[in-house]
């Protein structure tokens, strides 16, 4: 049966949350040709009889955003055929993935957390969902809850992510507008898109330009809608994820800063857990960062519970916009 062309496009976020939820659903979890065929977000561009290896190319990148949400993603072995990667269980083990024994919350913290959840469509599945759970019992999957036809209201990713996403999956040059901070102006970039990577909660775009040369664009500075240009490229060797990936890191090491932080305070907490902080001897914070102006926007909205010793590029950009904010409150 040829895939579903004319059902509307499945957003990402739908189709990350619905995979969580259906492996939740298995206690022996799905095989990829189940979840492919089955789960909203695969089943509508599914080929019984055809090549999907697009399809599972997505479904191994899909893979890689939840584990790095922190979603205990399994694999499990078939017992009579180790070795098969067709055969292989996905499953998520409720037991690694629910809230320990001992948390738990406040009358006020349900109440706010009971209003976020009212930001999802639930109580019902849609028709689509019903068909795809109905496909797992015909193969013998037992779901414990009716849970494939959630999906959320809510958009996590930035605007430029699904345009930047399906011209990776054609591998075609995508043209958009860029603003970097400073800049009164946005130039307009022309760039083959490489990957879409996620470092340190934020979603970053891999490319080369014309010449070759390697960019990453933060895509929350993308700020116009993404063309393609007409042009295609080939695969360039290499997992191109994994260098991207390498080189944000890389920058993320070489910037370190020195704060002091008023003890007790909601900043001491915060940043004291952020990855790679150390406590100096002085007691200052030693921290690492990407990107100068994030920082300085994270740190400046602690008011007067942090002082930047160093960089002075940092310290600067922090005085600057806690000054600027003083200004506009002026009376």
Request: hydrophobic content about 40%; aromatic content about 6%; overall charge negative.
């Amino acid at each position: 049966m040829p895939p579903e062309s004319s059902t509307a496009k499945v957003p990402v976020e739908e189709r990350l949350f619905s995979l969580v939820l259906a492996l939740l659903a298995t206690e022996n979890g799905l095989t990829k040709n189940e979840i492919l065929s089955t789960v909203q977000g695969y089943r509508q561009s599914y080929d019984h009889s055809g090549d999907n290896a697009n399809l599972e190319r997505k479904f191994e990148r899909d893979k890689d955003d939840i584990r790095e949400l922190g979603v205990p993603l399994e694999t499990v072995q078939a017992p009579g055929d180790p070795g098969n990667n067709q055969n292989l269980r996905y499953r998520i083990p409720r037991g690694a993935y629910e809230l320990p024994v001992d948390v738990s919350f406040s009358a006020e913290e349900t109440t706010v957390l009971n209003l976020a959840a009212m930001v999802w469509r639930e109580g019902s599945l849609s028709a689509e969902s019903r068909r795809a759970l109905l496909k797992l019992r015909s193969l013998g999957v037992t779901a414990d809850e009716p849970v494939l036809g959630y999906a959320p209201r809510v958009r996590v990713r930035d605007a430029a992510f699904e345009p930047l996403s399906a011209a990776l999956e054609k591998r075609a040059w995508v043209r958009f507008s860029y603003l970097k901070p400073g800049e009164s102006e946005a130039r307009v970039r022309t760039v083959k898109p490489l990957a879409l990577i996620q470092h340190q909660g934020r979603w970053h775009l891999y490319a080369h330009d014309d010449e070759g040369v390697s960019k990453t664009f933060l895509l929350r500075r993308v700020i116009s809608a993404v063309s393609t240009t007409g042009k295609t490229f080939e695969p360039l060797e290499g997992n191109q994820s994994e260098l991207a990936l390498a080189e944000l890191e890389e920058v993320w090491n070489s910037h370190v800063a020195f704060v002091e932080v008023e003890p007790g305070s909601d900043a001491h907490t915060r940043l004291g857990k952020r990855r790679g902080t150390v406590v100096a001897q002085t007691g200052e914070l030693e921290l690492h960062y990407s990107d100068v102006n994030i920082f300085a926007d994270e740190l400046a909205g602690f008011g007067p519970e942090v002082l930047v010793v160093s960089p002075p590029e940092l310290r600067a950009a922090v005085i600057a916009r806690l000054e600027r904010t003083a200004a506009d409150h002026a009376s």
